[in-house]
C-alpha cells in the first residue's frame, strides 16, 4: 500500500511539474478571481498559493508519518 501511495504522489507530483513547465511566461500576470468572494488574483498568486498549500499538506504528512512511527504501527 504504501509503494502505491508513493507512486500515486509522484505521479500527481510530475504531472504538476509538467503543468508549470507548460505555463507560458505571458499568462503569469492574466487575472484570475478566487472562491465564491472573487477575491482578486492572477496566475502567479495560485501558482504560489498551490507551492504554500502543498509544502503544508507534505509537513502534515512528514507528522502523521512520525506519529505512526512512534507508536510501533
Do not use: K, W, Y
Amino acid at each position: 500500500m504504501a509503494e502505491e501511495l508513493i507512486a500515486n504522489a509522484e505521479s500527481a507530483i510530475q504531472i504538476a511539474l509538467d503543468t508549470l513547465r507548460a505555463t507560458p511566461d505571458a499568462d503569469l500576470l492574466v487575472p484570475r478571481a478566487v472562491g465564491r468572494a472573487g477575491l482578486p488574483s492572477n496566475v502567479l498568486g495560485l501558482l504560489f498559493h498551490i507551492a504554500e498549500h502543498t509544502h503544508r499538506h507534505t509537513g502534515q504528512l512528514a507528522t502523521t508519518v512520525r506519529i505512526v512511527r512512534s507508536a510501533g504501527a
